[in-house]
């Protein structure tokens, strides 16, 4: 997940936040739930890692079951709908999808066991940063001294049947659109190690906004504050909801070069973000 400052487009600076006497108790009773559903499914989950590890070292074919299940409960206590379409991937590889708020964890989560990956810095954050880590996020730094480093570690965690996730538009936007794809995380699926073996499926998250309320509801980009922003979600009388599709699986080795998948990939995700006429 992203918080790169780089994409600019409206306002991102969210208003005070001013819930009204029914916004503040929906606010503190769903923000009670939320913290004893996320807090609880973490001791639960660090707890039954505690033997998953020294059994199945780094395959884990237990504890990716409570984050789903912690995901889709969230988004219950958000008061969120929740559709998903499409066939999810069995081949080994990644998923890759548009990126608009730190709620597409939840939502792509909570239909099909993956791992995020993350830049560095998000191992830090309060709370996100410790589901993380508990989660299996693969965390990257983006020096270009590491990048051997970086595609060593994609490949291990490939070998291994895990299903990568990650946001190649590079940063998050109002949830109205698709940014252009960068090609460099793709360039791992290409070794001569994984290339004749491995699939990506692109995924389009899409939000709708409650009713009344604007289109940009649910996005959470540039300087925007974790914290008022999950206030504001709370708080809210009314939701909107949340749609996955999952998109036909690509095949690496039908692509020339990582641009080429990137761009197939970013097609089909786009896809879903074109108005009909």
Same mark, same amino acid.
């Given at each position: ?6 994409? @600019? ?11 009204? @006497? ?8 769903? !923000? ?8 609880? !499914? ?33 988004? #219950? ?7 998903? &379409?499409?066939?999810?991937?069995? &081949? ?13 964890? =939840? ?5 099909? #066991? ?9 191992? $830090?954050?309060?709370?996100? !940063? ?5 989660? $299996? ?23 291994? $049947? ?5 946001? +190649? ?7 109205? #659109?698709?940014?252009?794809?960068? +090609? ?5 699926? =290409? ?24 289109? #940009? =509801? ?16 709370? %708080? ?12 036909? +699986? ?11 998948? %990137? ?12 108005? +009909?006429?």
């Amino acid at each position: 997940m992203s918080r790169d400052p780089t994409w @600019v487009g409206a306002d991102d600076r969210l208003p005070p936040l001013r819930p009204g @006497v029914y916004g503040w108790v929906r606010l503190i009773l769903r !923000g009670l739930l939320f913290g004893v559903l996320t807090l609880g !499914g973490l001791l639960i989950l660090l707890t039954v890692r505690l033997v998953e590890r020294p059994v199945f070292g780094m395959a884990r074919p237990w504890t990716p079951h409570i984050t789903q299940g912690v995901c889709r409960t969230a988004l #219950r206590v958000f008061g969120m709908g929740y559709s998903s &379409h499409g066939e999810r991937m069995t &081949h080994p590889g990644a998923v890759v999808s548009n990126h608009s708020s730190w709620m597409d964890i =939840f939502a792509l989560n909570a239909g099909k #066991r993956v791992y995020f990956v993350a830049k560095s810095e998000v191992a $830090g954050w309060p709370v996100i !940063g410790w589901l993380a880590r508990a989660t $299996g996020t693969v965390f990257i730094r983006r020096a270009v001294r590491d990048a051997a480093e970086q595609k060593q570690v994609f490949e291990d965690r490939l070998t291994a $049947g895990h299903k990568l996730l990650f946001f +190649p538009e590079g940063t998050s936007t109002d949830g109205l #659109r698709v940014l252009p794809f960068k +090609p460099t995380l793709f360039a791992a699926f =290409f070794s001569e190690e994984l290339r004749d073996i491995l699939w990506v499926q692109p995924v389009s998250v899409v939000y709708a906004a409650p009713e009344g309320a604007s289109e #940009r =509801f649910y996005g959470w980009w540039g300087d925007m504050d974790f914290g008022t922003h999950l206030a504001k979600v709370l %708080a809210a009388p009314r939701q909107g909801s949340v749609e996955v599709i999952w998109h036909k +699986p690509l095949e690496v080795a039908a692509f020339s070069d990582r641009k080429a998948l %990137a761009k197939a990939a970013e097609e089909a995700v786009r896809s879903a973000f074109v108005k +009909p006429s």
